[in-house]
């Protein structure tokens, strides 16, 4: 079972950082790509960051130029660091990972920005 689990959420300032991590145990199976979802209450969920395995990333338009996705060198962990938080980017934030097995989603955690 490939489970990716999410932790780093809370809540900030406008203004603020936060760097959510997502780890994967395991590794009988090939990864492809991992990658930051979000959903807002009543909304669609939306593609926040990708990293592919080569490191080409891709980011959502809304997040460019302030979040940033890496992945560690050994083992399957992502992080996204988010800078220069704003209210809007309040979500559940949801790993993905995409390998030879599937594509597989973490539980989420919640990202809330508030004064």
């Known amino acids: 079972q490939v489970q990716p689990v999410e932790s780093g959420g809370g809540l900030v300032q406008p203004g603020g950082s936060l760097r959510l991590t997502c780890n994967v145990p395991?590794?009988?199976?090939?990864?492809?790509?991992m990658g930051w979802y979000r959903q807002a209450p009543g909304q669609e969920r939306e593609s926040v960051a990708i990293?592919?395995?080569?490191?080409?990333?891709r980011y959502g338009d809304s997040v460019k130029g302030r979040f940033s996705i890496s992945r560690s060198r050994v083992g399957n962990t992502a992080y996204l660091q988010m800078n220069s938080l704003k209210p809007e980017d309040t979500a559940v934030y949801f790993c993905?990972?995409?390998?030879?097995?599937?594509?597989?989603w973490g539980q989420g955690t919640r990202v809330v920005v508030s004064s």
């Open positions: 993905n990972i995409r390998t030879n097995l599937g594509a597989f």
């Open positions: 990293i592919i395995v080569n490191g080409e990333t």
């Open positions: 395991g590794d009988g199976f090939a990864t492809y790509a």
